[in-house]
């Protein structure tokens, strides 16, 4: 399985960007896919989720209301619109499939792809 992440760039604080996630080399209509995020000196976390069904999405207190995620399984591909940025620095965005301990739960378990190149995001005041 392959994973390639695209679409990251610089944008001012209250802009927009706009994610993709393409997975290559499984079934990707039954894979949930999460976004992560990884800052400098910190731990990756996810910042949204998606059930591979649709119906389930889940995301982060610091981004709820602000990013929304998706995906298109004709094109094997995950989305996460970002709009009302704020400043932060520089950041890496990575997908992968995820697994929860409970069923419809956020990403709590493990990731199963070996991870991508991701891509680079900064916010600017």
């Known amino acids: 399985v392959q994973v390639e992440e695209s679409g990251g760039g610089l944008v001012q604080a209250g802009g927009s960007l706009r994610l993709s996630c393409v997975v290559s080399?499984?079934?990707?209509?039954?894979?949930?896919i999460a976004w992560y995020l990884q800052v400098p000196g910190k731990e990756r976390e996810w910042v949204a989720a998606?059930?591979?069904?649709?119906?389930?999405?889940h995301y982060a207190d610091s981004v709820k209301g602000r990013f929304t995620i998706s995906k298109d399984d004709a094109k094997n591909t995950a989305f996460l619109q970002m709009n009302s940025r704020k400043p932060g620095g520089k950041a890496i965005y990575s997908c992968n499939e995820y697994f929860s301990d409970t069923p419809g739960g956020p990403p709590d378990r493990y990731e199963n792809f070996d991870w991508g190149q991701g891509t680079q995001d900064t916010v600017s005041p």
């Open positions: 080399g499984n079934t990707f209509r039954t894979t949930s």
């Open positions: 998606i059930g591979w069904y649709g119906s389930i999405i």
